[in-house]
């Protein structure tokens, strides 16, 4: 696609409850990431998906977060039993994966815990 | 590892004034800098990145940047603020690896 495209844009919850949210990358680019961003902070590397590589998941908060990419393209950041401290803006990005480290990130997910 | 602090969480300028956000890094290496912007229900958007090639980086919307190594900052600047310029900035920095470290944001406002 054009862009780094997110659903849903929204999500409201009620605690206890799983969420997916969805990233669809701009179609050849090999990299993908996950970011948190919550308010009044800056954006929390969550997880980085390159190619067929392992993923690096060292930014994963707890072992409710997990997220998976499949034939190297959308990927699927899952969210179970969530708290409230969950509540965040959460960033895919995607890059060419060529070393030059510039991402293009779609528009987020809001994730509301209530 | 490496990491960037933003000096100010928020900044005010005057229509027509100067813009400068303040950015420090950490690196254990020659580190890549960039900065982004974020505009209220958007994602990130790249305004500009340092790779080792000039030390003055121009980027997009008139920005530009300067990487001093002596002082380990990559401040952004502007040299006349548009109404248009009101947005979140983000500094980020990378060890030429994948993971880009981010600060934590400086919020611009712009008085007519």
């Known amino acids: 696609g054009a862009g780094v495209s997110q659903s849903p844009s929204n999500k409201v919850t009620e605690k206890g409850k799983d969420v997916e949210l969805r990233c669809d990358p701009i179609?050849?680019?090999?990299?993908l990431y996950w970011y948190r961003q919550s308010l009044g902070q800056g954006l929390e590397f969550l997880i980085y998906?390159?190619?067929?590589?392992?993923?690096?998941k060292s930014g994963l908060p707890s072992d409710r977060f997990s997220a998976e990419r499949t034939g190297g393209s959308v990927s699927t950041l899952t969210i179970q039993r969530t708290q409230q401290e969950d509540s965040a803006v959460y960033l895919c990005?995607?890059?060419?994966?060529?070393?030059?480290?510039?991402?293009?990130f779609g528009a987020g997910s809001r994730l509301t815990v209530l | 590892a490496q990491s960037v602090t933003q000096l100010g969480s928020h900044v005010s300028v005057s229509e027509g004034a100067l813009v400068l956000l303040r950015c420090n890094y950490s690196s254990s290496v020659p580190p890549y800098l960039f900065w982004y912007v974020q505009y209220p229900n958007q994602g990130l958007q790249l305004l500009l990145k340092?790779?080792?090639?000039?030390?003055l980086v121009k980027g997009i919307n008139g920005f530009e940047a300067e990487f001093k190594k002596s002082e380990t900052s990559f401040h952004l600047t502007k040299p006349s603020a548009h109404m248009s310029d009101a947005a979140e900035y983000f500094c980020a920095v990378t060890c030429r690896d994948y993971k880009l470290s981010f600060g934590a944001g400086t919020t611009v406002t712009v008085r007519a």
């Open positions: 998906f390159q190619g067929n590589s392992a993923p690096d």
């Open positions: 990005a995607s890059s060419p994966g060529d070393g030059a480290n510039v991402l293009t």
């Open positions: 179609s050849g680019h090999t990299a």
């Open positions: 340092y790779t080792s090639a000039a030390t």
